[in-house]
């Protein structure tokens, strides 16, 4: 009959093997390629930690430090990022991001060059076209109007644009004699946008307009055109020129 001190000593030596094969099933485990699937839940990289994709020999392909990889929320919270995804290369540099780093609840996607800079993103503010790029319309001298003695609106250029921007950013420099003064129109669709006309006083300077076009439907066609006159006593010419017609951002 076993004494129980010997019944012990058996109970204990069972308990090693279940122990030991445990460990050896653990670092089976370990040491083989688990897929991970996570599926109605979080994955989660906090305390400064980092998301580090290797090839087979070790080499970092993929990096992303201080936020996930990838985090895509379909709430938002006020002073938290409405959701973002960001895919990086070797260098750990930024190549293409969604929903950018909005904190406001907007959205904007964004691509970046080989050195960091934004070279396209659409209007996260707005939620409207395009941020960047700023497209370029080209504007026709009208009959060589663009220098005049009339007193009243003479057409100096036209165009056409195409709405990609929630904004239409315009500059034109006017000059007039010391005895008088230019006035600059700028029509959109033969109506006057905000801020036209602006006038220049004997002497030269440049004239910034901006145009909203957000109550336009994206990706309709407009008329722009850009007029000038003759303002005051005097008898020289006046004269202007487009300097730039480009979308802009808001």
Excluded at 15 to 27: F, N, Y
Excluded at 52 to 64: E, K, N
Excluded at 171 to 194: H, Q, Y
Aim: aromatic share 8%; hydrophobic share 35%; with cysteine.
């Amino acid at each position: 009959m076993a004494t129980p001190r010997a019944a012990q000593h058996r109970d204990l030596e069972q308990r090693l093997r279940d122990l030991e094969s445990k460990v050896r099933e653990l670092t089976g485990v370990a040491l083989r390629r688990q897929q991970l699937s996570v599926t109605s839940g979080d994955f989660v990289v906090s305390g400064g930690g980092a998301v580090v994709v290797q090839d087979g020999g070790g080499v970092r392909v993929d990096y992303a430090s201080g936020s996930p990889a990838v985090q895509v929320t379909d709430q938002y919270s006020e002073g938290e990022y409405a959701g973002t995804g960001l895919l990086v290369e070797r260098d750990g540099g930024g190549r293409l991001a969604w929903m950018g780093e909005s904190t406001d609840g907007g959205a904007s996607v964004e691509l970046w060059d080989n050195t960091g800079h934004r070279i396209l993103a659409n209007d996260g503010t707005t939620g409207m076209g395009l941020a960047i790029p700023h497209l370029q319309y080209p504007m026709a001298n009208y009959e060589q109007r663009s220098k005049t003695t009339s007193t009243s609106w003479q057409p100096g250029y036209f165009g056409g644009i195409e709405v990609w921007h929630p904004y239409l950013d315009i500059a034109v420099p006017a000059k007039s004699a010391a005895d008088n003064e230019v006035d600059v129109r700028v029509l959109l669709d033969g109506a006057n946008i905000n801020g036209s006309p602006q006038t220049v006083v004997g002497g030269s300077a440049t004239l910034l307009f901006r145009a909203d076009l957000r109550a336009l439907t994206f990706g309709s066609t407009h008329t722009l055109e850009i007029d000038l006159r003759r303002r005051g006593a005097g008898t020289g010419a006046v004269t202007c020129y487009p300097y730039y017609v480009r979308g802009g951002q808001s």
